[in-house]
């Protein structure tokens, strides 16, 4: 850094005087800095001068000697530190606070006083929470934590709990739902969020997740799928579910639900029983016996079938634990795949080239 310092002949205290004229000089009125004075230790008088600056003390010290040249230096370096409550170790290079959230209105430039210990503290939060009082913010914040909470009981992504999010801020920002309540417009949103990230849930699993009857879902589904898909033009840059391409989706195939079921079922290779089970439940909706049957069950049946001929075999009742249905449901979609099983199962499955068998499929 550099320094404009007096010569050898100039006196520390002269040069440190507020009233001094060795920085700068006024010639015909005209002000003009002197390049020429440096500072020097008077008792070492190095040249060049070992000077050293110690920001955390604010003195210029003499390098050699250590003789206390000048006071309440000036700081210029890069502020590197944060004011955030979740640093650790102050490694956070940030001068600036979080990131806006999209998901919230306004600046978010506003500050809250943290609930602390003693009663001074606490009466200062609560005043604070009652001057600044943003009921839609604070709607906003309640459903978000219901979302969160509500899609981490069943190990719904992160990335789709975002899109669930942005669904409902849209709702909350067109009044799509006014007057509706807010578990239905919740469920509704995180059965959309799930259909577009190609991880499906069912009304059944919605239902008993948020408690809200499978007829109001599908109501509150089909208003949802109508407002996005008229509504594609909404989207913002940068937000979490793309609605310009959102598509509607047909019923959940039994296919679908396949990974999720083997994936739960604890099969030795969950990756090849997932494949077989995917090929038997769509090759198994064309059956004529299994039409209009649920996805549900045609889907347990089929993981019931690869897994006795895959030699991993699981009961009806282990699957009927995991799909939500029934293990005579199972059985009797079952019963209707058997007598198709030449045209269900692909000869690569089988001895020699794989490790399937036909002897080993149950009757029932």
Same mark, same amino acid.
């Given at each position: 850094?550099?320094?404009?310092?007096?010569?050898?002949?100039?006196?520390?205290?002269?040069?440190? +005087? /507020?009233?001094?004229?060795?920085?700068?000089?006024?010639?015909?009125?005209?002000?003009?800095?002197? &390049?020429?004075?440096?500072?020097?230790?008077?008792? @070492?008088r190095e040249d /060049?001068?070992?000077?050293?600056?110690?920001?955390?003390?604010?003195?210029?010290?003499? #390098?050699?000697?250590?003789?206390? &040249?000048?006071?309440? =230096?000036i700081d210029t370096r890069s502020e590197w530190r944060t004011f955030a409550n979740d640093d650790q170790g102050n490694d956070d290079p940030s001068r600036v606070g979080d990131a806006m959230n999209p998901l919230l209105n306004g600046s978010q430039l506003e500050t809250n006083i943290a609930f602390g210990e003693g009663m001074r503290a606490r009466e200062?939060?609560?005043?604070?929470?009652?001057?600044?009082?943003?009921?839609?913010?604070?709607?906003?914040?309640?459903?978000?934590?219901?979302?969160?909470?509500?899609?981490?009981?069943?190990? =719904?992504?992160?990335t789709t709990q975002d899109s669930a999010k942005h669904i409902f801020k849209l709702t909350e920002d067109n009044k799509l739902f006014k007057?509706?309540?807010?578990?239905?417009?919740?469920?509704?949103?995180?059965? %959309?969020?799930?259909?577009?990230?190609?991880? /499906?849930?069912?009304?059944?699993? =919605?239902?008993?997740?948020?408690k809200v009857s499978k007829k109001e879902i599908g109501r509150t589904f089909k208003a949802l799928e109508k407002?996005?898909?008229?509504?594609?033009?909404? !989207? %913002? +840059?940068?937000?979490?579910?793309?609605?310009e391409?959102?598509?509607?989706?047909?019923?959940? #195939?039994?296919?679908?639900?396949?990974?999720?079921? @083997? !994936? +739960? &079922?604890g099969f030795k290779n969950p990756h090849l029983m997932?494949?077989?089970?995917?090929?038997?439940?769509?090759?198994?909706?064309?059956?004529?016996?299994?039409?209009?049957r649920s996805p549900l069950s045609i889907a347990?049946?089929?993981?019931?079938?690869?897994?006795?001929?895959?030699?991993? /075999?699981?009961?009806?009742?282990?699957i009927a634990a995991v799909a939500g249905v029934s293990d005579g449901t199972i059985r009797t979609a079952y019963r209707h795949m058997w007598p198709s099983r030449e045209d269900l199962v692909e000869k690569d499955w089988l001895v020699p080239k794989g490790t399937g068998r036909m002897d080993q499929l149950p009757q029932n």
């Open positions: 850094m550099a320094t404009v310092a007096p010569g050898p002949d100039v006196d520390v205290a002269t040069f440190f +005087n /507020p009233q001094r004229h060795a920085v700068g000089e006024k010639k015909d009125g005209e002000f003009q800095e002197n &390049l020429n004075k440096r500072l020097q230790c008077p008792d @070492c /060049p001068p070992n000077l050293v600056e110690e920001f955390s003390s604010g003195d210029m010290v003499c #390098g050699s000697c250590g003789l206390v &040249l000048g006071d309440r =230096i200062l939060h609560r005043a604070q929470n009652r001057a600044v009082s943003d009921k839609a913010t604070k709607t906003l914040l309640a459903a978000y934590r219901e979302i969160s909470n509500l899609c981490e009981a069943i190990s =719904i992504p992160k007057g509706k309540p807010q578990e239905a417009v919740i469920a509704g949103c995180i059965f %959309v969020a799930c259909r577009q990230s190609k991880a /499906p849930r069912t009304f059944r699993e =919605i239902y008993s997740l948020t407002f996005l898909q008229s509504n594609r033009d909404a !989207n %913002v +840059n940068g937000s979490f579910l793309m609605v391409n959102y598509e509607a989706t047909g019923t959940t #195939g039994a296919a679908e639900l396949c990974a999720r079921y @083997c !994936n +739960n &079922l997932e494949k077989i089970s995917k090929v038997l439940a769509e090759k198994s909706s064309s059956l004529k016996d299994l039409a209009g347990a049946a089929a993981i019931y079938m690869a897994s006795h001929l895959m030699g991993d /075999p699981k009961t009806s009742r282990d």
